[in-house]
């Protein structure tokens, strides 16, 4: 009879471990995105309407951050949209840190400089906008690692057609390219081609 009153709470110890676990891992996760965009703010040099620096902030969950939009199903960052917030600045390498990412628009604002390669970690990537901001350098070759990606606007920038073939994901029956780079206009891309598989 005694063996019977060990097994409820052995069970019930080991459900509480689990939940635990569970817990701790989804926190962890959100802080993972949590820190991805603090980094993200740190690269604005200029906010004129105060967007992030009046709301992204710690006291409050990245889920109800203004432009960012968390999955119901992972609590994690499925969404950013910091679309015509006359922001200024570069992007951060930490941006790729957002695992869940499916959807990145930034476009009407002032970023500049280049794009960071660590985007590539970003792998379920579906639609980028980066229209109509000031960056420059060549179109990274790389952007043949978002193998999902269907969306894809660059018009409006400094950017330059590079040498090599540009690079886009295997899946490109429903990827649509805009930019005015003479080679990517109208959804004409010149070469697809995944890289990443090489």
């Not at 109208?186 to 890289?195: K, P, Q, T």
Request: glycine share 6%; with cysteine; hydrophobic share 40%.
């Amino acid at each position: 009879m005694a063996k019977p009153m060990f097994l409820p709470p052995f069970m019930f110890g080991l459900l509480f471990a689990n939940f635990g676990v569970t817990l701790s891992a989804k926190y962890s996760s959100i802080t993972v995105d949590q820190s991805a965009l603090l980094a993200v703010k740190s690269h604005i040099t200029h906010d004129p309407h105060n967007f992030l620096a009046t709301n992204w902030s710690t006291s409050t969950s990245v889920c109800n951050w203004i432009g960012v939009t968390c999955g119901s199903r992972h609590h994690r960052v499925t969404v950013l949209n910091l679309s015509s917030m006359d922001l200024t600045g570069t992007i951060s390498s930490q941006l790729g840190n957002l695992s869940f990412l499916s959807w990145l628009d930034i476009h009407q604002n002032s970023f500049h400089g280049s794009l960071p390669i660590e985007l590539t970690n970003l792998h379920r990537i579906k639609y980028l906008d980066f229209g109509n901001n000031s960056f420059n350098g060549e179109i990274p070759s790389w952007f043949g690692c978002f193998t999902k990606l269907q969306r894809l606007y660059l018009d409006g920038n400094h950017l330059k057609v590079p040498d090599l073939p540009l690079v886009v994901g295997r899946n490109t029956s429903k990827l649509i390219v805009t930019s005015t780079t003479p080679y990517l206009t109208n959804n004409r891309v010149r070469y697809l081609i995944n890289i990443c598989s090489l």
